[in-house]
């Protein structure tokens, strides 16, 4: 007796058999000892690993998504190694998978059709700061930390903070942001040029090479075509990121709310006077109730704000109490604020130490975060219903936001173990991104599409935007090379 499959059914099984075809074949060809050789010669005996450790190291990031290891893993030392192994791998039709620090969230480093990793740890230099131009080049082993630390003393910093300590390149790949970007920005507002590795080896620099203005009208911006493009038009090798003065003086400030539609409306005008600052966080009731044990503090379990404001000395004294003054406005209580660096940190402890906060609510679990990003005038509502999903669906998820930009996180809190839950989170996710974009927001804000939201990309952009970008993906990577089964679904076979 047969088992007849539906017709999507039969597709699907279909292109499974020939990807894990076409996966063997990588693997045979990529392990082959001529191809294992001409790898060596170029960087080394220590740069080429087949450990199966290694391996899986770099087929993970921090999602929730399956390790997916590459075939090998490929330590270059610099930008002509890059340009001179990606000829191998194109010689051999091999897929080329770009590796950072790991610390993606949307599965962007799984090798879903095996081939080659780059990882590309050894490249950290910070190759050329111009102080007086507000601008400095670095390799993508740069880490954001590693390069302010280089910063100091200089009076420079690099404010784009996405929460982990990532590779500033592959902060460029996703197009990250974070907690300072109401103020300065994200990456695609931050990054002045690229130097990228194709994937037939030639090596393209964006604005031209050597080239940093601060801005430009000559020709297509291939600079913001490449940021936010996850490793899948090109290998990004240096950036020439812009830089800003360390303020004179910093003032943190904390207020809870009775309501969402409070700490949002409150959010809302400071943004409408003026008020420049710097970060404007928001914690639901769940996510303070868990900082509150985590960290023994005592702030009230209710929606809150936590904001920062940068400048000198006179005018943050004015900023402070417009603020103030605003959010009492709106009903907050236990305005706190402090200028000194350790009442400052321990204004903002709950805020630093949320992801840990959220673990620390099921010992023992996995947080996955996913993140969304909607026009500030609906962030009440898509709030108040995402909650109201959490509890329908069973699911441990507090909250936290860039409220400023609209874009907030869910912290699931997952046994990896149970399939059942792990289900639960999936439909969650997809419903919870199905409803940022009915209120004409984004899928995702920050993460980036990755593996997970392909299809949401589709519903988000629509099929001729998709068309076009897949034109533009087989411009740069006509045989599918650079890091395949990202960001774009598979075409139908």
């Known amino acids: ?95 080329i998978i770009p590796f950072g620090t790991g610390t993606g969230l949307e599965g962007g480093v799984s090798a879903v059709m095996g081939g080659i990793c780059f990882s590309l740890r050894n490249m950290d230099q910070v190759l050329d700061l111009h102080q007086e131009d507000f601008d400095v080049t670095v390799e993508p082993g740069v880490t954001r930390k590693g390069l302010n630390s280089y910063l100091r003393g200089t009076g420079l910093w690099f404010p784009v903070d996405p929460g982990a ?29 690229l130097e990228v590795v194709l994937a037939d080896g030639s090596v393209l620099h964006t604005a031209g090479k050597g080239r940093r203005p601060r ?29 800003y003065g360390i303020p004179e003086a910093t003032v943190a400030a904390v207020c809870s709310f009775p309501s969402v539609q409070a700490a949002v409306d409150s959010t809302v005008q400071i943004l409408q006077m003026g008020v420049p600052v710097a970060r404007i966080e928001f ?11 985590f960290s023994a503090l005592s702030y009230a379990v209710a929606p809150s704000l936590f904001l920062e404001f940068h400048g000198s000395e006179g005018s943050l004294e004015e900023q402070v109490k417009a603020a103030e003054d605003i959010t009492q406005y709106n009903g907050s209580s236990g305005f706190q604020w402090a200028k000194d660096a350790e009442t400052r940190e321990r204004l903002w402890k709950a805020r630093h130490d949320a992801w840990y906060a959220s673990l620390a609510l099921r010992p023992g679990c996995k947080a996955y975060a996913t993140d969304v990003c909607v026009p500030l005038s609906r962030l009440p509502q898509i709030l108040v219903e995402t909650k109201e999903d959490l509890i329908e669906s069973r699911l441990t998820g507090p909250i936290v936001g860039h409220v400023g930009d609209g874009n907030f996180h869910c912290l699931m809190v997952v046994d990896p173990d149970d399939p059942e839950e792990l289900h639960r989170v999936h439909l969650f996710v997809e419903r919870l991104a199905r409803r940022a974009l009915s209120m004409d927001g984004t899928c995702t804000g920050e993460h ?33 090379l650079m890091n395949p089964g990202k960001v774009l679904l598979p075409r139908e076979l």
């Open 1 to 95: 007796m047969f088992l007849r499959l539906a017709p999507g059914r039969r597709l699907l099984s279909c292109r499974a058999r020939l990807l894990q075809c076409r996966s063997m074949k990588t693997e045979n060809t990529a392990r082959s000892a001529s191809v294992l050789s001409a790898f060596r010669s170029i960087c080394g005996e220590d740069g080429v690993s087949l450990g199966e450790a290694v391996r899986e190291q770099h087929g993970r990031d921090e999602s929730v998504h399956r390790c997916c290891p590459p075939d090998v893993v490929l330590f270059p030392r610099c930008v002509e190694e890059v340009s001179a192994l990606a000829k191998i791998c194109s010689r051999h039709s091999l897929p």
């Open 165 to 193: 300590d990532a590779s500033l390149c592959g902060m460029a790949a996703t197009s990250a942001s974070g907690t300072n970007a109401v103020r300065y920005g994200t990456m695609r507002e931050n990054v002045l040029n």
């Open 215 to 243: 801005k430009t009208a000559a020709g297509y911006n291939l600079t913001n075509l490449l940021v936010g493009s996850e490793g899948t038009l090109g290998i990004i090798t240096k950036t020439t990121l812009r830089l």
């Open 283 to 293: 914690l639901d009731d769940v996510m303070m109730d868990a900082c509150n044990r």
């Open 448 to 480: 980036g599409v990755g593996l997970g939201k392909r299809a949401l990309l589709c519903e988000e952009t629509g099929p001729v935007a998709v068309q076009v970008m897949q034109r533009l993906k087989d411009a740069f990577d006509p045989r599918n």
